[in-house]
């Protein structure tokens, strides 16, 4: 019954907060951020945090718009974690500022329960999540070490609470040949065009044989200077996801040698640079999710099973999961029609249906704080972790 009602003191503290939650979900939807400048909403989040007595430290990981807030003492330590990072031209196309609304939203509603129970509530700001993978530094900065739980809700188009995420790299490749008048004198040229080709070509006949879950995609970002001209030298980016780590490292081999056999063919030089980072797959903790699942569904949302047909994209939460148990459920904000990272889903991250997903993600949120510091909870978490 205590926790029953720990979870009742939650919730209002989150619907008291309503106003000011929707309000701080807007400023960041209005004013959207790059990864890594995030200034604005990293600033807004740390203060509102601040108002409502968290200790904050910003800078954390040598990375200016990142930020640790806690409330409490000791252990437990249950981490909320933000993202506020916004898409090139599209802005929150990804929801991020619901992210960050919900999680700061949860920690102070979550805040009569680590009075009651003990602990420390702790909202980690993790910036750069689109294409630079900042909670990547943060793992590898130690910040998750005193972290005992790790928990972020994402917007999405259904209320899922276990999701499957690829792992991922990048390579970024470059051929080098001879130019030449591509008329006159084409034999004296090396075509650094087609070895792009040549590579594409390969990749895509690499798709048929790779498993099912497993994505290989790209872009040319320089294939020439003119028609006339034979290209001396082109230049790509690809993606390589994969369903685990290990199948990951099987696929850069391929692609390399598909970048390799292209070389040969053509005879243009090739130099090719794979990421310093990659994005690891995710691992959910079924005990953590359950107990959110029924929290969220006593607020009225129907969950549905994750399915690989809703997609598959990666993240850097799951390098998190990885270290600390974890979960990265999504909240509905918007129709299946309606795909992510396009104006659309930016439209509703700032709609009613995405503030009533902020206010529902916010309370499951503190409401799973309880269910976490119920006696003997936290070791059945850890005992699924270790089982891996």
């Known amino acids: 019954m205590e926790i029953e009602n720990l979870k009742l003191k939650a919730k209002d503290g989150v619907e008291l907060q309503r106003q000011q939650l ?156 001879q130019p030449a008048h591509a008329s006159a004198e084409p034999h004296k040229g090396v075509n650094a065009l087609e070895a792009m080709i040549l590579a594409f070509t390969s990749i895509n006949s690499l798709r048929q044989h790779i498993k099912e879950e497993a994505r290989i995609h790209g872009i040319i970002t320089d294939g020439g200077e003119a028609p006339n001209i034979v290209p001396a030298h082109s230049a790509a980016e690809f993606y390589v996801r994969a369903p685990d780590n290990e199948y990951l490292d099987e696929l850069k081999s391929k692609v390399s040698n598909c970048l390799l056999g292209a070389s040969t063919a053509s005879g243009a030089r090739l130099e090719y640079h794979w990421d310093d980072i990659a994005f690891d797959s995710m691992k ?70 995405g503030h009533e997903g902020l206010i529902d993600a916010a309370k499951a949120l503190a409401m799973t704080v309880a269910d976490i510091l119920q006696p003997g909870m936290l070791d059945k978490i850890r005992q699924e972790f270790c089982r891996g």
């Not at 959207?32 to 400048?37: A, S, Y």
């Not at 928990?151 to 790299?169: D, W």
């Not at 699942?293 to 990885?322: C, I, W, Y």
Request: glycine share 12%; charged share 20%.
């Open 22 to 177: 929707i309000q701080l979900s807007l400023n960041i939807h209005d004013n959207p951020e790059l990864g890594f400048k995030e200034e604005k909403a990293s600033a807004w989040l740390a203060g509102y945090l601040e108002d409502n007595e968290f200790h904050v430290e910003r800078g954390i990981a040598g990375v200016a718009t990142a930020f640790r807030a806690t409330y409490g003492q000791g252990s437990p330590r249950i981490a909320l974690l933000a993202e506020y990072d916004a898409l090139p031209k599209i802005g929150h196309g990804c929801g991020h500022n619901i992210i960050a609304a919900s999680a700061v939203g949860a920690a102070v509603g979550s805040k009569p329960i680590i009075d009651r129970l003990g602990g420390n509530i702790v909202v980690l700001g993790t910036p750069g999540e689109e294409v630079f993978g900042g909670k990547i530094d943060m793992v590898q900065a130690g910040v998750f070490k005193e972290i005992d739980v790790a928990m972020i809700v994402h917007p999405g188009v259904r209320n899922v609470v276990t999701m499957q995420a690829l792992a991922c790299t990048g390579v970024e490749a470059e051929f080098f040949g």
């Open 284 to 353: 959910n903790n079924e005990t953590l999710a359950e107990l959110f699942k029924q929290n969220l569904e006593s607020l009225g949302r129907h969950v549905e099973a994750f399915n690989p047909e809703f997609g598959l994209g990666s993240t850097d939460m799951g390098n998190v999961s990885q270290v600390v148990p974890s979960i990265h459920p999504t909240i509905a904000i918007a129709s299946p029609e309606v795909l992510g990272h396009t104006p659309e889903f930016a439209a509703a991250a700032a709609s009613e249906a």
